[in-house]
C-alpha cells in the first residue's frame, strides 16, 4: 500500500518570496508522483508529474519538482511566487507496474497563502 | 484538451433523500472516479469504474453507489443523504493507453445535506 505526507497544512509567504511545499510517500513498489493544484471553488489541476528519467520536473506556473528516491520526496519549489498561486496544492502518488489501474493516493493538501 | 463536466456545482438536499451526481467526461477515457474532498482529509476514493457497468470499491464506499451505463457518464448515488455526507464531490476520468498515469477533474459538486 502506498501513502503520503504533506507535511505543512498550511504555508503563508510574500509575494515574489521562494517556497518549498514538502511531501514525503511510502511505498513498497515504485511509483508515479504528481502535484495538483486547486484553485478556491475549483476541480484539481494537474501541475506536473514523474515518471521517469530526469529527477528534476518542470511543471506550469513556473513551478517545479524534485524526485528524491533515498528520501521518498517530492517536493514542490517555485522560485517567486505571486498572488495568483494562492491555492490548494495536493501531493499524489499511484503505483507504476502494469497490473495497476491507476489509482491515485492523495495527501491531505497543502494552503499555500501568498500575501503582497 | 480533455473536459470533465459535472451536472451541478452547488446542491442542497434534505437527510433521506435520494440525490444523483452526474459526471461526464468528453475524451473516451476506460476509466472513472469519484472522490470526496473534506478539509483536512484530502481525497478519499469513493468508487471508480475502469469499463462500462463494471465498478470497484474505494476506500469510503458506505453510503454510495455508481452507475456507468455508457462509457462516458459515471454517476454516483446517495441512496439515501445524511448530514455527515455533506461535502465536495470531484469526479475525474484516465486513459488505460498512453497517458494512463493521469486523472483529469471536474469542477467538483459541493453538496449540503440538511
Known amino acids: ?116 | 484538451d480533455v473536459k470533465v463536466t459535472q451536472s451541478s456545482r452547488y446542491l442542497v438536499k434534505r437527510t433521506g433523500e435520494k440525490v444523483f451526481l452526474e459526471c461526464v467526461q468528453d475524451m473516451d477515457h476506460e476509466n472513472m472516479f469519484w472522490y470526496r474532498q473534506d478539509p483536512g482529509l484530502g481525497l478519499r476514493l469513493i468508487y471508480f469504474s475502469y469499463d462500462v457497468k463494471m465498478k470497484e470499491k474505494g476506500d469510503i464506499p458506505e453510503g454510495y453507489s455508481v452507475s456507468r451505463e455508457k462509457k462516458e457518464r459515471f454517476s454516483l448515488i446517495l441512496e439515501s443523504a445524511s448530514t455527515n455526507q455533506t461535502s465536495m464531490y470531484l469526479c475525474a476520468s484516465s486513459a488505460v493507453a498512453g497517458e494512463r498515469e493521469t486523472q483529469y477533474f471536474g469542477p467538483g459538486t459541493r453538496l449540503l445535506v440538511l
Request: hydrophobic share 35%; with cysteine; net charge neutral.
Open chain 1, 1 to 116: 500500500a502506498q501513502s503520503v505526507t504533506q507535511l505543512d497544512s498550511q504555508v503563508p509567504v510574500f509575494e515574489e518570496a521562494p517556497v518549498e511545499l514538502r511531501c514525503n510517500y511510502s511505498s513498497s513498489v515504485s511509483v508515479y508522483l504528481f502535484w495538483y493544484v486547486q484553485y478556491p471553488n475549483q476541480g484539481l489541476q494537474l501541475l506536473l508529474k514523474y515518471l521517469s528519467g530526469s529527477t528534476l520536473v518542470k511543471g506550469i506556473n513556473g513551478f517545479e519538482a524534485e524526485f528524491n528516491k533515498s528520501q521518498t520526496s517530492f517536493h514542490l519549489r517555485k522560485p517567486s511566487v505571486h498572488i495568483s498561486d494562492t491555492a490548494e496544492y495536493f501531493c499524489a502518488v499511484t503505483p507504476n507496474y502494469g497490473g495497476s489501474q491507476g489509482n491515485l493516493i492523495f495527501g491531505k493538501g497543502t494552503k499555500l497563502s501568498v500575501k503582497p
